[in-house]
């Protein structure tokens, strides 16, 4: 929050923690549960990563990352006894139909992603990220969702979940992510990655928001534009589609 002060970045309305709104995650769950829309999966993580999956039930899209096989989808009361009974507490799963959904992105153009039986509820009792946003993004009213490329193939779940629970659907925009000098995703491991790194090496958020703009496409190499004026040169059009790496002078040496 400091740092978006810091920039000028400002945002409508409350802060909003997922941790304050565990009762609308239960009643949504629980809502799909009296629907007979959910199994619960007892499938560890490393049991689901090993399962060679050639396909699912929908015939078109791609497969998202971990797609489930559906293991425990018809698994009776005494399956469910006996893996219980072993110390194995389940998650609990949406049951998709083989569903397939198309979209279209701002910027990554058209999609088609096949939707697999997805966790909504973690073993732990947490809900789970898939169903949070989706359940977020309709009660705050959002109306176009920006965020990683790399969540993408996360989009057909929540579009399908929303439509199950009879919600809008927003517009999605999914931008390339920010690799280091080394050509890896942007981490810690680079150096100077956060605005505190910056200003420990004698910028300013002024400098550090030239750097985004850029990088946006909406301003040359030695510009600095104040954000009304980013504002009014935005365009979607204009962002690459490829990933954005950090020149090498932002970046400093971190020893391991």
């Not at 198309?102 to 809900?127: H, M, N, Q, S």
């Amino acid at each position: 929050m400091r740092d978006l002060a810091a920039l000028g970045l400002t945002h409508d309305g409350d802060v909003v923690r997922q941790s304050e709104r565990s009762e609308l995650y239960r009643a949504t769950i629980e809502r799909l549960i009296a629907e007979d829309l959910t199994y619960p999966c007892y499938c560890t993580r490393r049991e689901v990563s090993a399962e060679a999956i050639e396909s699912i039930s929908a015939p078109h899209g791609a497969r998202p990352t971990g797609a489930y096989a559906g293991t425990c989808s018809t698994l009776d009361r005494a399956g469910r006894t006996e893996r219980e009974a072993a110390g194995r507490t389940p998650s609990l799963r949406l049951r998709s139909g083989g569903a397939a959904v198309t979209f279209t992105d701002r910027l990554a153009g058209f999609y088609e992603g096949a939707v697999d039986d997805f966790v909504i509820r973690r073993a732990d009792g947490t809900p789970a990220y898939n169903l949070a946003v989706v359940v977020d993004d309709a009660d705050q009213g959002i109306g176009e969702v920006v965020r990683g490329d790399d969540l993408l193939e996360t989009t057909p779940r929540q579009i399908h979940l929303a439509r199950v629970l009879g919600l809008s659907v927003p517009a999605y925009v999914h931008v390339p992510l920010v690799f280091g000098p080394d050509g890896e995703r942007l981490a810690k491991r680079h150096g100077a990655v956060t605005l505190e790194d910056q200003q420990s090496m004698g910028r300013t958020p002024a400098d550090v928001l030239a750097v985004f703009a850029v990088s946006l496409g909406l301003a040359e190499g030695g510009e600095r534009p104040t954000l009304d004026e980013l504002v009014q040169r935005f365009d979607v059009a204009k962002l690459q589609r490829t990933v954005w790496v950090l020149p090498q002078e932002l970046a400093v040496s971190v020893e391991p």
